[in-house]
């Protein structure tokens, strides 16, 4: 199975500023025969399902704010905030979608400095 | 507007079962993979198993093989999972969601809690 680890486990970042969580694949999840990572981000809120933040790496989902945006390739991926509103306090899931099972980080918690 | 609601979660004994449905409105299930994902109390997300549109194809994580089965009826606009032989440590919430990769559309869940 392909592992997946996000770094950091928690993070407190003030607010307009800039978030990042990453997010490390065991083996690479670029599929060659159409360059695409199978990557996605999720946003979950406390006692509320996930969210579909990005997907492909770097493709937002459909009513993401362009705040959020998905960046890397191979085994190493960000997903960055560029300014923090107190509504993305939240924690932030990465899962690949290469190899079945579709394994998921272990959750990136973020908060409010 | 898009909605996925499930339902049968419960309290149960280890070694008993469970059938959670999941239906859906507001776009052609047919057309559409489904998957079930877990969450338990205070922790991360697990994919726990998908089905193509037609039911012909399915998968699981190890950890439920044998023992869940996943189904739908397209008729009735329903993802099913069938839970057998359960664990205590399938507590979860159980929720639906749609896709086969990425997961665009999400349920609320449903809460399975196995204990004596």
């Known amino acids: 199975d392909i592992v997946i680890t996000q770094s950091p486990d928690s993070l407190a970042v003030s607010l307009g500023e800039r978030a990042t969580i990453n997010c490390k694949s065991s083996?690479?999840?670029?599929?060659?025969?159409?360059?695409?990572?199978?990557l996605a981000w999720y946003q979950q809120k406390p006692g509320q399902p996930p969210k579909l933040l990005i997907y492909?790496?770097?493709t937002r989902g459909s009513g993401v704010p362009d705040r959020f945006s998905g960046s890397g390739s191979g085994t190493d991926f960000t997903l960055t905030i560029s300014s923090l509103q107190a509504e993305d306090v939240a924690v932030y899931y990465c899962?690949?979608?290469?190899?079945?099972?579709?394994?998921f980080g272990q959750g990136t918690k973020l908060e409010i400095k | 507007e898009v909605q996925l609601v499930e339902s049968g979660g419960g309290l149960v004994q280890p070694g008993g079962s469970l059938r959670l449905s999941c239906v859906v409105s507001?776009?052609?299930?047919?057309?559409?993979?489904m998957t079930w994902v877990r969450q338990a109390p205070g922790k991360g997300l697990e994919w726990v198993a998908n089905?193509?549109?037609?039911?012909?194809?399915?998968d699981y994580v190890d950890s439920v093989k044998g023992r869940f089965t996943i189904s739908r009826d397209n008729a009735k606009k329903s993802l099913y999972l069938q839970m057998n032989s359960l664990r205590a440590e399938d507590t979860a919430v159980y929720y639906c969601?749609?896709?086969?990769?990425?997961?665009?559309?999400w349920g609320q869940g449903t809460l399975v809690t196995v204990s004596s």
């Open positions: 507001g776009f052609p299930f047919s057309d559409y993979w």
């Open positions: 899962q690949q979608y290469y190899s079945s099972p579709y394994t």
């Open positions: 089905i193509k549109q037609d039911g012909s194809e399915r």
């Open positions: 492909w790496a770097s």
């Open positions: 969601a749609r896709g086969l990769w990425s997961l665009d559309c």
């Open positions: 083996q690479s999840i670029l599929y060659s025969s159409d360059t695409r990572n199978y």
